[in-house]
C-alpha cells in the first residue's frame, strides 16, 4: 500500500502542552495551553529527511488558551480562538487588531479565502453553541453577514468546500450551502442543507 505521508518528528519533548498548530511557508505557529504562542522557523536539509528547526519567537502576552490558530499570509494576519473567542491579530508582531464580539462563546471556526476576480476574500464560520455565524473580511475587521443558522446540535469540526461548509456533528454531518445574495444597499446570506446524514 502507498504511504501518501511520511511522519518526521520535528520537535518532541516541549515543556508546554500543545493544543494547536498553524503553518504557513517555513514557519510553524504553535499554540499553547498556558498560552504561548511560539513560532518556529522550518529548514530541510537538502538530500536528506531532517529539519532544522529554530525558536524564533515566544509571546506570553496571549495568557489565554489557544484554542485555535489560521494564518491568512495574503492579509498578514493570524485569526484565533482565545477563551472562546475570535481574535485577529498582525502575523509577525501578533499586535491585536479586533475582536469578534458577536463571537462570544465560539466553539471553533473555518476560514475560506477565494480570489474570484483576482482579489482575495476571506469569509469565516463560527460555531457558537448550536448557531453558526458567518462572517466576511472588510478593512481589517470582520462583519457579519445576514443572520445565524440554527443547527441540530453542537459543531465538532467545520471545513470549506468551496460555496459548501461540512459541519461534523457528534454522530452525523450537514453539508451546507452557502448563498450569497445581493440587493442594492446590502449582502444577504442564505443557508442551505444540501446532504444530512
Known amino acids: 500500500m502507498h504511504d501518501a505521508y511520511e ?12 493544543d494547536c498548530l498553524a503553518a504557513w ?36 502576552n496571549f495568557s489565554k488558551k489557544i484554542q485555535q490558530l489560521f494564518v491568512v499570509s495574503q492579509y498578514k494576519i493570524l485569526i484565533s480562538l482565545l477563551e472562546n473567542n475570535i481574535h ?19 466553539t471553533l471556526f473555518a476560514c475560506d479565502l477565494q480570489s474570484p476576480s483576482g482579489e482575495a476574500q476571506l469569509r469565516m464560520c463560527v460555531a457558537v453553541k448550536k448557531k453558526l455565524q458567518l462572517y466576511y ?12 443558522f440554527a443547527a441540530p446540535d453542537i459543531p465538532k469540526s467545520m471545513a470549506w468546500c468551496q460555496n ?9 454531518y450537514y453539508l451546507i450551502r452557502v448563498s ?16 444530512q446524514t
Do not use: M
Request: glycine fraction near 6%.
Open 7 to 18: 511522519p518526521v518528528p520535528i520537535l518532541e519533548k516541549l515543556p508546554l502542552q500543545i
Open 25 to 60: 511557508e517555513d514557519w510553524l505557529l504553535v499554540g499553547t495551553k498556558p498560552g504561548h504562542l511560539l513560532l518556529y522557523r522550518i529548514k530541510k536539509d537538502a538530500g536528506t529527511n531532517r529539519f532544522e528547526v529554530t525558536l524564533e519567537k515566544s509571546n506570553k
Open 88 to 106: 485577529v491579530h498582525d502575523l509577525l508582531p501578533f499586535q491585536q487588531i479586533t475582536v469578534v464580539s458577536k463571537a462570544r462563546g465560539a
Open 137 to 148: 473580511w472588510k478593512d481589517r475587521e470582520f462583519y457579519e453577514l445576514q443572520g445565524d
Open 164 to 172: 459548501s461548509i461540512c459541519v461534523g456533528f457528534k454522530r452525523d
Open 180 to 195: 450569497l445574495e445581493r440587493t442594492e444597499n446590502t449582502q444577504l446570506c442564505v443557508f442551505h442543507v444540501l446532504l
